[in-house]
């Protein structure tokens, strides 16, 4: 499984982009997908998360109310507005083959995740 993000790029805050995840490879529209993120210096974080069918989805604190992520069978999507500099990363797309959709616990769990993205890069300036 190939996944590859696209939709990064550099807005003010208060701005708003749209990250797109699209596999190839093999069908997914079976597995849990998950956006995770990573800033300088720091450790890769979860974003959001969600299930095979989007009945559920997982968010990180900091951006609750603020990103939606989607899924349209293969592609996974995360809206993002209102954004932050705290947002700034590289932002990755992950999915997993064997995780429990109804695990909430796993979702935030970089771990559980088989196949990543190449990242793409959002930044915010203030």
């Known amino acids: 499984v190939q996944l590859v993000e696209s939709g990064g790029g550099l807005v003010q805050a208060g701005g708003s982009l749209r990250l797109s995840c699209a596999a190839s490879?093999?069908?997914?529209?079976?597995?849990?997908m998950g956006w995770f993120r990573q800033a300088p210096g720091k450790e890769r974080e979860v974003v959001a998360g969600?299930?095979?069918?989007?009945?559920r989805t997982y968010y990180a604190d900091s951006v609750k109310g603020r990103f939606t992520i989607s899924r349209d069978k293969d592609t996974a999507y995360l809206q993002m507005n209102s954004l932050k500099p705290e947002d700034t990363a590289v932002y990755y797309c992950a999915a997993s083959a064997r995780m429990r959709d109804d695990n909430s616990r796993g979702y935030y769990d970089t771990q559980n995740y088989d196949y990543w993205g190449q990242g793409t890069q959002v930044t915010v300036s203030s």
């Open positions: 490879g093999r069908p997914i529209s079976s597995y849990v």
């Open positions: 969600i299930n095979w069918s989007g009945g």
